[in-house]
């Protein structure tokens, strides 16, 4: 007997992904309009929800057997999915171990435990692989990550934990474990002019990067990784989400801006 649910909502795309790489996409009913990832689920997907909102008399019009979302950001959508009778599970995971948790426990979800922890395993033995080769170099960049602009806000746990896995050394480690994003904020952006980055990644959450807007803030023209054109952008669909796309390319992408500054400042 199956006990799966059958009628599944993603109100964010590492689920949507996740289920697609099982190939269990016949379960879902409804998707975050911010999916990139896979392509198809844009096409063969109902969009249902923003980040922020969603449209709650859809989503109940669906009859979906469980709405699964990320975060304390997304409280306000399950508390209410939950007022009208609708399961909900709300993961808040943040480190790479807990994407990996989280990865295997939709796997078991949906009656496919040990194909997400094959494809686990996989994803580890490559970020092992890329934490090899880094550990080799002599001197590694000092990375600042943006994930805001206005107020300046810096990355997430995962992000600082794949940043040191790519070969980086991220300038702000006191904000790795701070999972709200408040609680991630630069107050005074001369503190990022002080640590003088080598590299500088910007993902601007949902927003195209503006390398013009950076460069009007003051003294920030002396910042060593603008100074060696060493600021690269990072698509937040992939870095910023905590599932297959950031420890896959979002990791591999760091590592080769990283492997590049190596080879040319690194000796």
């Given at each position: 007997?199956?006990?799966?649910?059958?009628?599944?909502?993603?109100?964010?795309?590492?689920?949507?992904?996740?289920?697609?790489?099982?190939?269990?996409?016949?379960?879902?009913?409804?998707?975050?309009?911010?999916?990139?990832?896979?392509?198809?689920?844009?096409?063969?997907?109902?969009?249902?929800?923003?980040?922020?909102?969603?449209?709650?008399?859809?989503?109940?019009?669906?009859?979906?057997?469980?709405?699964?979302?990320?975060?304390?950001?997304?409280?306000?959508?399950?508390?209410?999915?939950?007022?009208?009778?609708?399961?909900?599970?709300?993961?808040?995971?943040?480190?790479?171990?807990?994407?990996?948790?989280?990865?295997?426990?939709?796997?078991?979800?949906?009656?496919?435990?040990?194909a997400a922890?094959?494809?686990?395993?996989?994803?580890?033995?490559?970020?092992?692989?890329?934490?090899?080769?880094?550990?080799?170099?002599?001197?590694?960049?000092?990375?600042?990550?943006?994930?805001?602009?206005?107020?300046?806000?810096?990355?997430?746990?995962?992000?600082?934990?794949?940043?040191?896995?790519?070969?980086?050394?991220?300038?702000?480690?006191?904000k790795k474990?701070?999972?709200?994003?408040?609680?991630?904020?630069?107050?005074?952006?001369?503190?990022?002019?002080?640590?003088?980055?080598?590299?500088?990644?910007a993902s601007?959450?949902?927003?195209?990067?503006?390398?013009?807007?950076?460069?009007?803030?003051?003294?920030?023209?002396?910042?060593?990784?603008?100074?060696?054109?060493?600021?690269?952008?990072?698509?937040?669909?992939?870095?910023?989400?905590?599932?297959?796309?950031?420890?896959?390319?979002?990791?591999?992408?760091?590592?080769?801006?990283?492997?590049?500054?190596?080879?040319?400042?690194?000796?």
């Open positions: 007997m199956n006990f799966a649910p059958e009628r599944i909502i993603c109100l964010t795309e590492e689920t949507t992904e996740m289920l697609y790489l099982l190939g269990e996409q016949d379960r879902i009913v409804g998707i975050s309009s911010f999916t990139k990832r896979p392509k198809q689920a844009r096409k063969e997907k109902e969009k249902v929800s923003a980040f922020l909102d969603a449209n709650l008399n859809r989503i109940i019009e669906l009859k979906p057997d469980l709405v699964i979302g990320f975060s304390d950001i997304q409280a306000d959508i399950a508390q209410a999915l939950i007022k009208h009778g609708i399961s909900v599970w709300v993961s808040n995971h943040r480190s790479v171990k807990e994407i990996f948790n989280f990865l295997v426990q939709l796997g078991a979800l949906v009656d496919k435990k040990e922890i094959d494809l686990v395993k996989g994803y580890e033995k490559r970020i092992a692989e890329i934490q090899l080769i880094s550990s080799k170099w002599e001197k590694k960049p000092r990375v600042y990550f943006e994930e805001w602009f206005d107020p300046l806000i810096t990355g997430i746990e995962w992000v600082t934990e794949l940043i040191e896995i790519a070969g980086g050394d991220d300038i702000f480690p006191e474990g701070a999972s709200l994003a408040k609680d991630r904020i630069i107050e005074y952006p001369m503190e990022v002019v002080r640590r003088n980055p080598d590299i500088v990644l601007w959450c949902g927003k195209k990067f503006k390398l013009k807007k950076m460069l009007e803030r003051e003294a920030w023209q002396t910042i060593k990784a603008i100074k060696n054109n060493q600021v690269f952008e990072i698509d937040s669909t992939i870095i910023l989400q905590p599932g297959p796309a950031s420890i896959t390319e979002g990791v591999q992408i760091m590592h080769g801006i990283f492997k590049d500054w190596n080879e040319q400042y690194g000796s």
